[in-house]
T-cell receptor
Framework: GQNIDQPTEMTATEGAIVQINCTYQTSGFNGLFWYQQHAGEAPTFLSYNVLDGLEEKGRFSSFLSRSKGYSYLLLKELQMKDSASYLCAVRDSSSGSARQLTFGSGTQLTVLP | DTAVSQTPKYLVTQMGNDKSIKCEQNLGHDTMYWYKQDSKKFLKIMFSYNNKELIINETVPNRFSPKSPDKAHLNLHINSLELGDSAVYFC???????????????FGNGTRLTVT
């Protein structure tokens, strides 16, 4: 099985930087994903990490440390439209199917003017 | 438009009824999924099909039955609906390959099911 923990809520100011952490426990790590979900909408893919290090994609970056079971999503130059839930998801090769993703409960980010 | 589309978007029904949710993807993906998102926002896998074959079947009541007529469609039929079935149900698809960008899931817009 897997445990995925992330903060329930975070608040930040427009233009600032925010880091959303995710810790996980898994027996067969095979990749970590970050998704963004606006209220009432579908989750959309943001980033993927399978090796240690930082992956940068515009204003968003994601970091992974496999030895620590830890990832973070870094959002720079926050905009009001970044207010959403951010979901951490882990793929486990020891699960019934290596295609299966297990999601955390999400971090609700509120960006204030 | 290339997408994962599911219908209906909203479904309100009474306990005991039987209902279906349809899902179609035109992305050419080989694998399709059903996820349930409860009121606490947990997204939990229910089923996964790869090329019309069931590959994941989590602990889901057998009142839920997926059907995949072809690899572009995965429908969900629910019998004898209960209050606890109220949730948002998301269909998703992904390429078969596990290489490259990690084969992210592409989600449909969800079906909000309310059982009264």
């Amino acid at each position: 099985g897997q445990n995925i923990d992330q903060p329930t809520e975070m608040t930040a100011t427009e233009g600032a930087i925010v880091q959303i952490n995710c810790t996980y426990q898994t027996s067969g790590f095979n990749g970590l994903f970050w998704y963004q979900q606006h209220a009432g909408e579908a989750p959309t893919f943001l980033s993927y990490n399978v090796l240690d290090g930082l992956e940068e994609k515009g204003r968003f970056s994601s970091f992974l440390s496999r030895s620590k079971g830890y990832s973070y999503l870094l959002l720079k130059e926050l905009q009001m439209k970044d207010s959403a839930s951010y979901l951490c998801a882990v793929r486990d090769s020891s699960s019934g199917s290596a295609r299966q993703l297990t999601f955390g409960s999400g971090t609700q980010l509120t960006v204030l003017p | 438009d290339t997408a994962v589309s599911q219908t209906p978007k909203y479904l309100v029904t009474q306990m005991g009824n039987d209902k279906s949710i349809k899902c179609e993807q035109n992305l050419g993906h080989d694998t399709m999924y059903w996820y349930k998102q409860d009121s606490k926002k947990f997204l939990k896998i229910m089923f996964s099909y790869n090329n019309k074959e069931l590959i994941i079947n989590e602990t889901v009541p057998n009142r839920f039955s997926p059907k995949s007529p072809d690899k572009a469609h995965l429908n969900l039929h629910i019998n004898s609906l209960e209050l606890g079935d109220s949730a948002v149900y998301f269909c998703a698809s992904s390429p078969d390959s596990l290489m490259g960008s990690g084969s992210p899931l592409h989600f449909g817009n969800g079906t909000r099911l309310t059982v009264t």
